[in-house]
């Protein structure tokens, strides 16, 4: 996960479910696009987040991170003026350098790929 000189700051976006986030991701140059399950409100919603101008992205194992989505600073693997972006899921660590994120949560739990790729492609 992030490197031990990094601080992590917990993003404004609903947390993966802990037993089934179900976490997709599509990735193209100079893009990627993760959903997930959350449960906000008292139900299950999809959560996707696009990544626009991602250069750089890994899946890691967990190993005892809290569980979450967070933005690591003074980050030695991303150099300015990209971002450094971890979602932290029950078995696995995203982590991604892009420019910014913009997320939205989706209560049709139905095709979240074709979904996706709408905002992959857009």
């Known amino acids: 996960m992030a490197d031990t000189k990094s601080r992590l700051t917990r993003l404004p976006i609903p947390d993966p479910d802990a037993k089934e986030p179900l976490p997709i991701v599509l990735a193209k140059d100079g893009g990627l696009v993760l959903s997930y399950r959350a449960f906000v409100a008292r139900r299950d919603q999809c959560v996707?987040?696009?990544?626009?101008?991602?250069?750089?992205?890994?899946?890691?194992?967990r190993s005892g991170q809290e569980l979450g989505c967070f933005e690591a600073a003074e980050s030695a693997w991303v150099k300015a003026p990209l971002r450094h972006y971890v979602f932290v899921f029950?078995?696995?660590?995203l982590e991604c350098a892009a420019e910014g994120y913009s997320e939205e949560l989706v209560e049709e739990l139905g095709d979240t790929v074709k979904m996706m790729?709408?905002?992959l492609y857009r």
């Open 48 to 61: 996707v987040v696009a990544f626009p101008g991602c250069r750089e992205h890994k899946y890691t194992p």
């Open 90 to 93: 029950p078995d696995t660590v």
């Open 117 to 119: 790729s709408k905002r």
